[in-house]
């Protein structure tokens, strides 16, 4: 499977964005992980949503501000980020995992992985 992230722009602190996940395959197969890498730094987990919907996970970072949902009859997985902070600047990717351990975030156990979507948060 690949994935492909989109959604990403602009956005002035505060303000909200909404990130896309499309799949190649069908995305129902999988566990989705949202993961993102901010420039001079190691690529970090964000958030990640069972194939069944639920349980979803999220960083400590983003908790309360970010929501991560599934979309099985458009095959894509959605993050839903609101008030953003600059510190959330960064390229966003989302990726696959079939794995029992994929809320651990570990990007590891995670394939797919696509170009990435830029988001930029401006103070």
């Known amino acids: 499977v690949q994935l492909q992230a989109s959604g990403g722009g602009l956005v002035q602190a505060g303000g909200s964005l909404r990130l896309s996940c499309a799949a190649s395959g069908r995305i129902s197969n999988y566990h989705i992980g949202w993961f993102r890498q901010a420039p001079g730094k190691e690529r970090e987990f964000v958030a990640t949503?069972?194939?069944?919907?639920?349980?979803?996970y999220g960083a400590d970072s983003v908790k309360g501000r970010f929501t991560i949902s599934r979309h099985n009859a458009e095959n894509t997985v959605e993050l839903q980020m609101s008030s953003l902070k600059p510190e959330d600047t960064a390229i966003y990717y989302c990726?696959?995992?079939?794995?029992?351990?994929?809320?651990?975030?570990?990007?590891?156990?995670?394939?797919?992985w696509g170009p990435g979507t830029q988001v930029t948060v401006s103070s």
């Open positions: 990726a696959a995992s079939t794995s029992v351990a994929y809320h651990s975030g570990s990007d590891t156990l995670y394939y797919g």
């Open positions: 949503i069972s194939r069944s919907s639920a349980p979803t």
